[in-house]
């Protein structure tokens, strides 16, 4: 009797264990899948499908030929929906996103995989690799193979005809200004440009943490002492002609630090491709220029507010193509994939930044040599009126012009600004 019950209890337990096995969703990932793998790969994502397979696609194709790529479109108004609805494997999502799916435990646990030695995850930025560990509480649920950042850009050769030291990393704001302040307006000479009033206060407000709008309560907050110090700061800046802020065009190429009537710009490091490079492409302007960290506040110097994390390439815990969403993933953070891209014109960088095109030898590192504000706060712009923040910059713009020639006081300026921007912000 008791050797018949064993055997019973053997039974059950080896038919628990096979039908474990036949009927578990659970997919084991490999490190390293087959290259002739045959799947149908769901990529959600919010940029249209031949945007991606330019970027992403047709490149992991020519690897991996037999895996089917259908892109999904989403927005942040439909993002839960599609989620659920359409079950994508792979997430190429915003950094906000991305944390709420971390939250909600609805992402696959990278670290092992992402772990092994011929991965080469030293490769990736430290300070990124960093911050995503910390959104996944030690873990690592996704990876960005991209970012954006700023830089201080400088020519070398005003700086040296006025015998003026270069500038430095981790300068604050009102260092630049000081420093800008040293270059002779009587030769047509300014420190520093910035497109326009309205682009200079943003940067300068965003290094302090500040925004022009409370979503949350739905009010404007420009009226305030934190914003006058910034207006104060660049309308004296601006009145010493120590700046100078021509309210240019977004894609003008011939800017006064290209022309060389400006000592230094602030800017993003597709200025490089889109104005020093065309430039020199297109009417042989050659500038002798370099590099340093873009400004930052006084209270955290080692930390760049414009060095943000913009988004996630992450698989979905309820996918069963885990091993195809894997192989996408890992090819696209891959030093092979870096290189491909890296003589292509960029409006982001790489975060291998070891393969960032560099033939001239200047300081790339300026871009990604402080760490990034992984506690910047994005606006939500469902929130907000339809072209709200275009109608506010116009309104900045047009009080701050005011102040500029003396029809207003800067008082009376931002009273006008508040009140001219909570109107807009009330319009449904």
């Excluded at 971390?102 to 992402?107: D, H, P, Q, S, Y």
């Excluded at 307006?185 to 965003?206: K, M, Q």
């Excluded at 982001?348 to 992984?374: C, H, Q, V, W």
Aim: aromatic share 12%; proline share 3%; with cysteine.
């Amino acid at each position: 009797m008791r050797k018949r019950l064993i055997a019973m209890l053997m039974v059950v337990l080896l038919l628990t264990l096979f039908s474990s096995a036949c009927f578990s969703t659970e997919e084991t990932i490999q490190y390293e899948g087959d290259s002739k793998m045959t799947a149908t790969l769901k990529v959600m994502t919010n940029a249209d499908k031949s945007y991606f397979m330019k970027e992403y696609g047709d490149l992991f194709q020519s690897k991996y030929p037999n895996i089917e790529i259908e892109v999904v479109n989403y927005n942040s108004a439909n993002f839960e929906k599609v989620v659920k609805e359409q079950k994508p494997d792979l997430l190429l999502i915003s950094i906000d996103e991305y944390a709420q799916l971390i939250e909600e435990n609805r992402l696959v646990d990278l670290s092992t995989l992402l772990a092994n030695d011929d991965y080469n995850l030293e490769g990736i930025h430290p300070e990124i690799i960093n911050a995503h560990r910390q959104m996944g509480k030690g873990k690592l649920y996704g990876l960005q193979s991209e970012f954006l950042t700023k830089a201080i850009f400088y020519n070398k050769d005003l700086f040296d005809k006025y015998n003026t030291p270069y500038p430095q990393d981790q300068m604050t704001w009102n260092e630049l200004f000081q420093l800008a302040k040293r270059f002779p307006a009587e030769d047509g000479v300014s420190g520093l440009y910035i497109r326009n009033f309205v682009t200079l206060a943003d940067d300068i407000a965003l290094s302090k943490h500040l925004s022009k709008v409370d979503t949350k309560n739905v009010k404007v907050t420009i009226n305030t002492e934190s914003y006058k110090e910034i207006f104060e700061s660049i309308l004296d800046a601006y009145e010493s002609k120590a700046v100078t802020l021509p309210d240019l065009d977004l894609f003008e190429v011939y800017d006064p630090f290209i022309t060389g009537n400006s000592a230094m710009t602030v800017d993003y490091y597709y200025y490089i491709h889109n104005n020093i490079n065309w430039a020199k492409d297109e009417k042989g302007i050659t500038l002798n220029w370099e590099l340093a960290s873009a400004p930052v506040d006084e209270s955290s110097r080692e930390i760049s507010p414009y060095f943000t994390l913009g988004g996630a390439t992450a698989i979905n815990a309820e996918s069963d193509q885990k091993q195809a969403a894997w192989e996408f993933l890992k090819f696209q953070h891959s030093e092979e994939f870096a290189k491909a891209k890296s003589r292509t014109t960029r409006f982001f960088m790489s975060t291998r930044t070891g393969t960032i095109y560099n033939p001239e030898g200047k300081r790339m590192e300026a871009f990604y040599n402080l760490k990034p504000d992984i506690n910047f706060t994005r606006l939500n712009y469902d929130l907000l009126p339809k072209g709200f923040l275009r109608n506010l910059e116009g309104v900045v713009s047009s009080e701050a012009k005011a102040v500029m020639v003396g029809v207003k006081t800067l008082d009376e300026a931002m009273v006008s600004m508040q009140e001219r921007g909570q109107k807009l912000l009330d319009q449904k």
